[in-house]
């Protein structure tokens, strides 16, 4: 039977496996934010600097990622953002 910790790493995968089926790009890089989250508690607990090393860089990239465009989404809607289509 899997240990509490063994959970954590179950979960972290299901979570980072849901975030797929996401259809906005900012629910998916948040999702992929917590599941890697989830991940350093892991490798944490396991002792295991790889793990989470590499999951200290996807959250920061997927955090980042998803306030930036979710900041360029909203000025978008307030037509504060020039894409060079306009004549």
Do not use: H
């Not at 900012?26 to 295991?48: E, S, T």
């Not at 999951?55 to 037509?79: M, P």
């Amino acid at each position: 039977m899997p240990s509490w910790i063994d959970w954590i790493g179950w979960v972290a995968t299901a979570v980072f496996a849901g975030s797929y089926f996401c259809q906005k790009p900012v629910v998916l890089r948040r999702l992929q934010a917590l599941a890697a989250m989830l991940w350093i508690g892991y490798g944490i607990l396991i002792n295991a600097v790889p793990v989470i090393a590499a999951n200290l860089v996807v959250a920061s990239l997927a955090l980042w990622s998803s306030l930036r465009k979710e900041n360029l989404e909203a000025r978008e809607e307030v037509g504060q953002v020039s894409w060079g289509n306009e004549n």
